[in-house]
């Protein structure tokens, strides 16, 4: 009655935010029961356009590790493992290179977004373009068949499953599963200036250790609709972002859907709606900020956590990593 295999990862470059929340951590609580869950704290993947900054990436290991466990991510249930530390990953990466190709990664369009967005022009790391081989290399070391990632990563499940059947036909059998991508219900929740994207960069992100004020500031700068200049205008529901964030954390669904009608009549304020959020992220945030600090008064703890995870992860990395060479043919010692 082996459960299936669930990897899921952050790049460790700075804490999370309620964005996370949303389309990742609330899944992995559930997941803690009906799958055998790795949680992967990827400080080498964040090296790849953090290069500049180690000492970021350094401490943002804990802050990440502290987000899980004060989300209630229990580390009995799920191994918590730190990418530097299983050099199995790294093998497997430089195994698995020379089963793509440069012009295969140059396509793949997670990569080719994200080289545009950082505005690497011509300068792209290295190891920024060949991250998808390192993290088809972190799927497959864990065997895991199921991948919960945001929309925009799953074609490097994609080129994940593309090097499996290349590594498989090398071994001339199914040593490695093809690994499914989950895409949770809510999809990417907007920064609160409406941007696309939540980010601790851009500053439009709501932090899971954000204080009462930072949330009830964050709600209050929050873009709603620019046109719904008096209360008893007509109200755009529609990229406003206080109604996206209703609709990823309110659960009284049939309460909300009368409150968007009458905003689209007319007569109900921003004020209003933005009192309800608020009410409800306070609520949401303040039992994780808590424990949050609790935990982070026990550093000696989270790393002790993060070292038997990562223990227990190396012996599952090193067997595949080894079974890998094997059955390819590489020379055994
Ligand atoms: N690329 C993922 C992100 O940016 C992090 C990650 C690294 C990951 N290795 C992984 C996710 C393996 C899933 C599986 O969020």
Known sequence: MNKPVILTGDRTTGPL???????????RLQYQDSHEQFLLLADIQALTDNAHDP?????SVIEVALDYLAVGIDPTRTTICLQSYLPALAELSMLYLNFVTVARLERNPTIKEEIRVRGFGRDIPAGFLCYPAAQAADITAFKATIVPVG??????????????????AAAGATILPEASAVIPETGRLPGIDGKAKMSKSAANAIPLSASPDEIRAAVRAMFTDP????????????GNVV???????????????????????GGLGDGKIKARLEEI???LIAPIRESREYLAKDQAYIREVIRQGTERARDRTESTKQEVFERIGLFQM
């Open 281 to 283: 992220l306070q609520a």
């Open 151 to 168: 929309e925009d990563q799953a074609p490097l499940i994609e080129q994940t499953n593309e090097i499996v059947r290349r590594i498989n």
């Open 17 to 27: 935010h309620i964005g996370h929340y949303v389309g990742s951590l609330r899944n």
């Open 243 to 265: 109604f996206t964030y209703l609709d990823a954390f309110d659960e009284e669904k049939e309460a909300l859907t009368e409150i968007k009608a009458h905003y689209r009549r």
């Open 55 to 59: 000492a970021k990436v350094r401490r």
């Open 227 to 238: 046109n719904h200049l008096r209360i008893e205008d007509s109200g755009q529901v529609e």
